[in-house]
């Protein structure tokens, strides 16, 4: 029997409020006239190298650093020639041209997490905390590890894990660190971004000794990992599915329950739409438009009932706690 559980721990949006189809569409439309959407992006990008900066970060020392390094080679000898990019990968998005498919994306993208990130802690949205970013992935993972009791999932069992949408594996370190007997395989789109993250890891090795790390990085689609079905013990998915339209994410969701054992499950981060912060930026023309500007799929994602698809791939039970003042941590198991 197919329930869902854990309800009353989502966050609720304020009474009465809605989302604002008017504005929404009118924003839509405009982000379809590419003078408005490139100003939009160029804007978006800055303010978040700003954010950086008045953190403290070196923004241009951290790039001239990373820009040193042969990343054409590098990109080469984790490159699977196999892979087809969808429709939805090959358009702009996070304010690049090329979306995820570029080097500036992926050399930018540890720092701007951690930009992005600092407010998230802050119902407000106002304080910054230069670790927010940190603070992000650890709730996550504190939540995760409630929604495993309630499933009656033990972690201890937890040894094969993928983490799509893996980006760097900046989410994919952080599954390490809670589970630290499991070995975790990241799956990308992106050859760009999993080339820097191959680098960062040979970084991180060295530095210990020479100790190597659990985790492998692999050039692949979400929705077809090319994994053995029954294969994993837990999916991860941290903040990918706001990028993808609706019909990609129940796909991924599909492909998950694939390779999933039974008592398997799918793990999902992401930003609450019902959450009162992510209300007033939806009610707000200039905060909506900033927000719209790197994230193309934004309307779709906000509209998706999450458990709902869920329960469509086929997983049983459907738990769900509050991560941040704006995320949730979404839990499905696989019986």
Known sequence: MVRVVCQAQQTASAPGKQFNPLLMGAVEAL?????????????????IIKRAESLGLDWEGAMRDLKAQDWEARMKAVSNPAVQYPSYYTQPFHAYPSGNLCWEAALEVTMAAKSVHAIVMDPAGKQMDPEGDARLRSSYSARLGECLAELGVDPSGVSRIVDLGCATGLSSL?????????????????PHFLAVGKYEQERRVAANGGAPEALTLVH?????????AGSVDLVSMCLVCHELPQAATKDIMRE???ILRPGGVLCIMEMNPQSAVFQRIFGNPFAYTAFKSTEPWLQEYITLDMPGSMREAGFARVTQRESTPRHKTVVALKQ
């Open 31 to 47: 982000f379809k006239f590419p003078p408005f959407f490139n100003a939009a992006a160029k804007n978006a990008r800055g303010m």
């Open 174 to 190: 952080e599954l390490l660190r809670a589970f630290p007997s499991a070995a975790v395989t990241g799956v990308d789109l992106s």
């Open 220 to 228: 692949g689609a979400a929705e077809a990992t090319g994994l053995p």
């Open 256 to 258: 998950a329950f694939r």
